[in-house]
Each structure stands twice: as C-alpha cells, then as structure tokens.
C-alpha cells in the first residue's frame, strides 16, 4: 500500500487522508509509473479515481513532456463520453491527478463474453464517435483507441480514458496484463504502424472501425499467431466479415477500413448516415470555464474557515518545481502574478501581509467573501492609476503555502516594480522560495 503520511492533514485516526480533502482507498490498478487508488470527497461525499505519479521516475525516462499534454489535453475535452480530469495536486516527490471514477468497468470485458448485439454495439459506437469528433475539434488525436481505453459508468454509456497518457499505463486489463507503450497493434492504422508521418485524426477513424467491428463480431478483424503475418493483413486491409453483419454495417466498414488515409471516411460522413443516426442522441459537451481563479477549482467547493483553499498544483507545479514547466498553458490572468511558498502558517502570512502594506503606504480593501484574500491599494495615483493589488494564501500541503500575488488595476510596470523593489525584501523572513528561483533541496 502507498505511504501517504506526507500527505495527510492533521490528525486522521489511521485514515488515509490527503492533503485534508480526499481519504484514499483500495488500489484500483497499476503501471510502471502511476498507481490508481479510489478515493472519496471529504467535502461532497463524491467517489474519484486518484493517479498517483512519481515525479522522479517521469523524470528520468524522460516522460514529463508527456504529463504535460495530458494536463493541457484535459483542460481542453470536457465531454460527457471523456473520463473527466477535476484537478491535479502535487507534493515535492508526486503528483496526484483526481479523475471522475468510472463505475461500469472496462468495454473490454463485455467484448470478451461474445459480440454485442447491433442495437448495443451502435450505441456504444455513437458515443465513442460523439466524443473523438469532439477531441479532434479541439486538436487533440487519441491514438490508442481500444476497448480496453473504453470504459462504463453506472448509466452504462462509454467514456473514453488516457487521452495523452497511454504511455503511462496505470491500469490492469481483464487478461491480467499490462500493454506496451504503443497500444494494441490490432487497432492501430498501418500508416502508423509503417511508422512514417500520419494524420491522428485519420489513424484514430481506423481505430473506430476496428472497435466497431469487435463489439458486433467479439473478435478482431485482423489476428494472427504471427505479429509480421498480422501486420501484413493489416496492410492490406485483409479482413472478412461474419455472415451476421447487416449490410449497412458492412458498408460503414468498408468505407472506415481503407487502407490510405485520403479515402478514408471522416467522421463528418460517418453521423449523417442513416445507420448511424439510427437512435442517435448528440450529448451536450461543455469546456472548462474559463475564470480568473481558473486552476483552483477547490475553491468552488464549500470551504473550512478554520483553513484556507487548497491550490490546485497546475501552476504550483511549473513555478516550484525544477525541470516540469507548465506554464505556457496558463492563458488565464495568473501569468502576470507572482508566487512565492511559505512554511509559515496562513495566519501568520496574512498578519505579515496586513503589516507590509500599511509599511508600503497602501491601504487594506479587505473582502468579507475570502479572509485568505488581501486587497491592497496604493494612495498615490501611478501611469493608469491607482495600483491596485491583490495577494491570497492557498495550502499545498499541512506544511506549505503558496502566496499569489495579482494586479487588480495600475499599470503592469509599476506592478512588477512593486513586486520586485517593495513586496520582496518586506517578506523575505516568511518566504521559503520565490517563483522561478533555483532550488537545490
């Protein structure tokens, strides 16, 4: 069982609970760099799946870049059919990603009992399509598209899993192994398998086709003992389909299951046709909202007063942390801010906040709303006017705080020359670490 005494948050009576916010529970499965426990919302009650990755073992394979894009991929596919990402954290050693928790299991194991009826299959294969036409709108290519990347919630409607991440398997599939880096060959499209430049996109419709071709037969479309044998079926496209097969899913296969990507059916084509419309209901995807206080959705929950808001570890994470830069997907209002950590509690930040200001010549706007937030103004009038400037302490952990410092109004130089010559040397006795400053701890 992981170690996570790190993590906890004041006193737990032998409960697993992370940074004072979720218990962990049972190890739902492993990989070579991630474990994946359940656990449970303190606050809502709410189950999630937590991936825990070692930071030190990404590293050093040289895998961050790919953490990277699965943080940036989820920022951007919010979709009722895509296991959904609520928030990452992280601590010096890990990070945590806490993902919607998918109750139904894999697809996988239902293909594994025989092939599913056509009404079933269709179904299944409308939401997959829904949800990958959505990700390509958004830029964003699966590429390793499987049953076994297919999972069920409790309603029994498909949500598709480890967009950006299927180099870091963390789960155990129903064979009771684990799959290597590149995914399943029997699913992949040959121009990638000929490992030349190709369109995701495309490659990702071949994957389609071939899941759809399982779920109604309940075996692949090209197997063979042999992988070079399989390989060269695949080439060729050389499949055939079982007598059960309606002549219009024969058709939409044949059109999916061209060997060059150019003639290959797109998903535009493949939602007007009538098999496909047959029943059909377009889900209503959403994208995140994008706020100011984006990256701390923790916020948005209801708070302790007896502590301040955690800080969702996105920026935390490129800011602090050597080697793992994050920040160019920030596009919100935080890129002008300034951070800094601190060992000192909240109440002592804000009382040391309170008295900097005051010796700086700005008066205290203090908002009832948030008591870990201080609103600070000059009494001269700059460039634009009044700097105005807001400072708020999040928890990282029981031991750490992060400080955000934020231009409300003025002018950008004067803000970053307050920063620099006035807010640094007035709390250099409660500051562990400035943003961007090198840390050889």
Same mark, same amino acid.
């Given at each position: 069982?992981?170690d996570f005494?790190?993590y906890r948050?004041?006193?737990?009576?032998?409960?697993?609970?992370i940074?004072g916010k979720y218990?962990m529970?049972r190890?739902?499965?492993?990989?070579? #760099?991630a474990?994946?426990?359940?656990?449970?919302?303190?606050?809502?009650?709410?189950?999630v799946?937590?991936?825990?990755i070692?930071k /030190?073992?990404v590293?050093?394979?040289?895998l961050m870049?790919q953490?990277?894009r699965?943080i940036s991929?989820? !920022?951007l596919?919010?979709?009722?059919n895509v296991?959904?990402?609520?928030?990452v954290m992280a601590?010096k050693?890990?990070i945590?990603? *806490?993902?919607?928790y998918?109750?139904?299991?894999?697809?996988f194991?239902? *293909?594994?009992?025989?092939?599913?009826?056509?009404?079933?299959?269709?179904?299944?294969?409308?939401?997959?399509?829904?949800a990958v036409d959505f990700?390509?709108?958004?830029?964003?290519?699966? !590429?390793?598209?499987?049953?076994?990347n297919?999972?069920l919630d409790?309603?029994?409607?498909?949500?598709?899993?480890d967009?950006g991440?299927s180099?870091?398997?963390?789960?155990?599939?129903?064979?009771?192994?684990?799959?290597t880096?590149?995914g399943t060959p029997a699913y992949?499209?040959?121009e990638?398998?000929?490992?030349?430049?190709y369109?995701?996109?495309?490659?990702?419709?071949?994957?389609?086709?071939?899941i759809?071709?399982?779920?109604?037969?309940?075996?692949l479309?090209f197997q063979?003992e042999?992988i070079?044998?399989?390989?060269?079926?695949i080439?060729?496209?050389?499949?055939?389909?079982p007598?059960w097969?309606?002549?219009?899913?024969?058709?939409?296969i044949?059109?999916?299951?061209?060997?060059?990507p150019s003639? !290959?059916?797109?998903?535009p084509?493949?939602? !007007?046709?009538?098999?496909?419309?047959?029943?059909f209901?377009?889900?209503?995807a959403?994208s995140?909202?994008?706020t100011?206080?984006?990256?701390?959705?923790?916020?948005q929950?209801?708070?302790?007063?007896s502590?301040?808001?955690?800080y969702n570890a996105?920026e935390?994470?490129?800011s602090?942390?050597?080697?793992?830069?994050?920040?160019?997907m #920030?596009?919100?209002?935080?890129k002008?801010?300034?951070?800094?950590?601190?060992?000192?509690s909240?109440?002592?930040i804000?009382?040391?906040?309170?008295?900097a200001?005051?010796k700086?010549?700005?008066?205290?706007?203090?908002?009832k709303?948030?008591?870990?937030?201080?609103?600070?103004?000059?009494?001269?009038?700059?460039?634009?006017?009044?700097?105005?400037?807001?400072?708020e302490?999040?928890?990282?952990?029981?031991?750490?705080?992060v400080?955000?410092f934020?231009?409300?109004a003025? /002018?950008?130089?004067?803000?970053?020359?307050?920063c620099?010559?006035d807010?640094?040397?007035?709390?250099?006795d409660?500051v562990w670490?400035w943003?961007g400053e090198?840390?050889?701890?």
């Amino acid at each position: 069982m992981e170690d996570f005494t790190d993590y906890r948050h004041g006193s737990s009576g032998g409960r697993n609970i992370i940074f004072g916010k979720y218990e962990m529970g049972r190890l739902l499965g492993q990989g070579t #760099f991630a474990k994946v426990y359940y656990a449970k919302d303190l606050v809502t009650s709410e189950s999630v799946a937590i991936k825990v990755i070692k930071k /030190d073992q990404v590293r050093k394979e040289g895998l961050m870049e790919q953490i990277t894009r699965e943080i940036s991929i989820m !920022r951007l596919v919010r979709h009722p059919n895509v296991v959904e990402l609520k928030e990452v954290m992280a601590t010096k050693r890990k990070i945590f990603f *806490v993902m919607e928790y998918v109750t139904g299991g894999e697809l996988f194991a239902k *293909v594994l009992k025989g092939k599913l009826k056509e009404d079933v299959a269709r179904k299944y294969f409308q939401q997959l399509i829904s949800a990958v036409d959505f990700c390509h709108s958004r830029g964003v290519s699966h !590429r390793d598209l499987k049953p076994e990347n297919l999972l069920l919630d409790e309603n029994g409607d498909l949500k598709v899993t480890d967009f950006g991440l299927s180099a870091l398997p963390e789960q155990l599939t129903n064979d009771g192994l684990l799959h290597t880096q590149c995914g399943t060959p029997a699913y992949v499209a040959p121009e990638v398998l000929r490992r030349k430049g190709y369109d995701g996109a495309k490659a990702d419709i071949w994957s389609c086709g071939v899941i759809l071709y399982v779920l109604l037969a309940g075996f692949l479309p090209f197997q063979d003992e042999n992988i070079m044998r399989m390989y060269k079926k695949i080439f060729k496209a050389e499949y055939e389909c079982p007598p059960w097969f309606s002549a219009d899913t024969r058709r939409l296969i044949s059109k999916i299951l061209i060997v060059d990507p150019s003639r !290959r059916i797109t998903i535009p084509a493949i939602m !007007r046709l009538p098999w496909f419309l047959k029943g059909f209901q377009r889900p209503l995807a959403f994208s995140i909202k994008e706020t100011e206080d984006q990256g701390t959705e923790t916020e948005q929950l209801p708070k302790l007063k007896s502590s301040p808001p955690f800080y969702n570890a996105f920026e935390f994470i490129s800011s602090m942390s050597s080697g793992f830069d994050l920040s160019n997907m #920030f596009e919100s209002k935080r890129k002008s801010g300034s951070l800094f950590t601190s060992r000192y509690s909240a109440s002592a930040i804000l009382n040391k906040l309170d008295s900097a200001a005051k010796k700086l010549n700005f008066k205290i706007l203090n908002s009832k709303q948030n008591e870990y937030k201080i609103k600070m103004q000059g009494i001269s009038e700059g460039r634009k006017g009044k700097l105005s400037v807001t400072a708020e302490v999040f928890e990282v952990a029981p031991e750490v705080s992060v400080v955000e410092f934020s231009k409300s109004a003025g /002018d950008t130089l004067e803000y970053k020359k307050f920063c620099e010559e006035d807010v640094r040397p007035a709390l250099h006795d409660i500051v562990w670490k400035w943003q961007g400053e090198d840390n050889n701890t």
